[in-house]
């Protein structure tokens, strides 16, 4: 497969990839002057070549029995072919999703599931597999952003890039992925807002978005996602209020919001969160007294509300909660 990006053809950077520099000008030094205008043109228009479709198909061909890969419906060992696609150029990339790619309904290439780690962008070209339902890509060293082009993928159940160096911000096109149960993108680079568009995808029931640089408030909107089971928002630059929303999605069980600058009380409705088994607030700047919605949580696992800035003094019914005084004692909580 091609590895040489069409746009590196004119600066000659794939000949300094395999010769040192002083050669390649002393080579290149050798054309005539008056040719050098017409060797620039014919970098070019070979850097035009290989940007097409119609090259990477008989590129592709040569190199690779694309007809036998095209059968595969599920990829437990990655093709090496597989594995050049990230870092491809996009006409072969293209190509190669639509000859090879196609019938493909889960993509499992986390680097627990391969040899070694994808390198690389996400090619926009994924919107071409409309049959996959699953994605996981994880613990790999893909860059550059999330393609607003997945938001094409309308089968999509299970989407999971986390550990990646992934960054700019989610796309909004993800909210049309109306069949998508898991969201995954942990400990990666996204940043900017939660993006509203989220709440359209109603079927999850797991938003796991930690250890990012996104910020910005939580949008209320996300109280829509009344399947959630899993809600881990941790370690970013999120700021406002805990919005009162969340204290819809009474199929919570995991409420994990620590790490952020969040301001303001804990909702007075929390006690609607009755399935909580862990909920975590801590590093923020919290402030007020503890609802006495938290006296109903009676399935708390765990509970942390270190480090921020609520009053010290609770109400009796709060202290007469053996499974909320068992983690308020240990922070300097009182009557």
Same mark, same amino acid.
């Given at each position: 497969?091609?590895?040489? #990006?069409?746009?590196?053809?004119?600066?000659?950077?794939?000949?300094?990839?395999?010769?040192?520099? #002083?050669?390649?000008? =002393?080579?290149?030094?050798?054309?005539?002057?008056?040719?050098?205008?017409?060797?620039?043109?014919?970098?070019?228009?070979?850097?035009?070549?290989?940007?097409?479709?119609?090259?990477?198909? *008989?590129?592709?061909?040569?190199?690779?029995?694309?007809?036998?890969?095209?059968?595969?419906?599920?990829?437990?060992?990655?093709?090496? &072919?597989?594995?050049?696609?990230?870092?491809?150029?996009?006409?072969?990339?293209?190509?190669?999703?639509?000859?090879?790619?196609?019938?493909? @309904? +889960?993509?499992?290439?986390?680097?627990?599931?391969?040899?070694?780690?994808?390198?690389?962008?996400?090619?926009?070209?994924?919107?071409? *597999?409309?049959?996959? @339902?699953?994605?996981? *890509?994880?613990?790999? #060293?893909?860059?550059?952003?999330?393609?607003?082009?997945?938001?094409?993928?309308?089968?999509?159940?299970?989407?999971?890039?986390?550990?990646?160096?992934?960054?700019?911000?989610?796309?909004?096109?993800?909210?049309?992925?109306?069949?998508? +149960?898991?969201?995954?993108?942990?400990?990666?680079?996204?940043?900017?807002? $939660?993006?509203?568009?989220? &709440?359209?995808?109603?079927?999850? @029931?797991?938003?796991?978005?930690? =250890?990012?640089?996104?910020?910005?408030?939580?949008?209320?909107?996300?109280?829509?996602?009344?399947?959630?089971?899993?809600?881990?928002?941790?370690?970013?630059?999120?700021?406002?209020?805990?919005? !009162?929303?969340? /204290?819809?999605?009474?199929?919570?069980?995991?409420?994990?919001?620590?790490?952020?600058?969040?301001?303001?009380?804990?909702?007075?409705?929390?006690?609607?969160?009755?399935?909580?088994?862990? $909920?975590?607030?801590? &590093?923020?700047?919290? +402030?007020?007294?503890?609802?006495?919605?938290? /006296?109903?949580? +009676?399935?708390?696992?765990? *509970?942390?509300?270190?480090?921020?800035?609520?009053?010290?003094?609770?109400?009796?019914?709060? !202290? !007469?909660?053996?499974?909320?005084?068992?983690?308020? &004692?240990?922070?300097?909580?009182?009557?």
């Amino acid at each position: 497969m091609v590895a040489v #990006e069409p746009r590196d053809v004119d600066r000659g950077s794939y000949l300094q990839h395999v010769l040192p520099t #002083e050669l390649v000008e =002393d080579i290149l030094s050798r054309t005539a002057p008056w040719q050098v205008a017409r060797l620039a043109r014919l970098c070019r228009r070979v850097a035009a070549v290989l940007a097409t479709d119609q090259f990477a198909q *008989l590129n592709l061909a040569r190199f690779y029995a694309l007809k036998d890969l095209a059968l595969r419906r599920e990829i437990l060992v990655p093709h090496p &072919s597989d594995v050049r696609w990230f870092a491809s150029p996009a006409s072969v990339q293209r190509v190669y999703a639509l000859r090879a790619l196609a019938q493909l @309904t +889960t993509l499992n290439w986390s680097h627990g599931f391969i040899v070694h780690p994808l390198a690389g962008r996400i090619p926009a070209a994924i919107e071409l *597999l409309r049959n996959l @339902t699953r994605i996981d *890509l994880g613990e790999n #060293e893909l860059v550059g952003p999330i393609p607003a082009s997945v938001g094409r993928l309308r089968s999509l159940r299970f989407l999971s890039l986390r550990d990646n160096r992934i960054d700019g911000p989610i796309p909004r096109e993800i909210g049309n992925l109306s069949l998508l +149960t898991h969201l995954i993108l942990p400990r990666n680079r996204l940043s900017g807002p $939660l993006p509203d568009e989220l &709440s359209r995808i109603t079927q999850l @029931t797991h938003l796991r978005l930690g =250890d990012n640089q996104l910020f910005g408030p939580i949008p209320p909107s996300l109280g829509a996602l009344l399947n959630l089971v899993e809600l881990y928002l941790e370690g970013n630059q999120l700021t406002g209020p805990v919005p !009162a929303e969340l /204290c819809a999605l009474t199929k919570l069980r995991s409420l994990m919001l620590n790490r952020n600058q969040l301001a303001g009380p804990l909702p007075e409705g929390i006690g609607a969160l009755t399935y909580l088994s862990e $909920l975590d607030v801590s &590093s923020n700047q919290l +402030t007020g007294t503890l609802p006495a919605g938290l /006296c109903v949580l +009676t399935n708390l696992r765990w *509970l942390n509300l270190e480090r921020n800035q609520f009053d010290k003094k609770v109400s009796h019914a709060i !202290a !007469a909660s053996p499974v909320l005084w068992r983690f308020l &004692s240990r922070e300097s909580f009182h009557v």
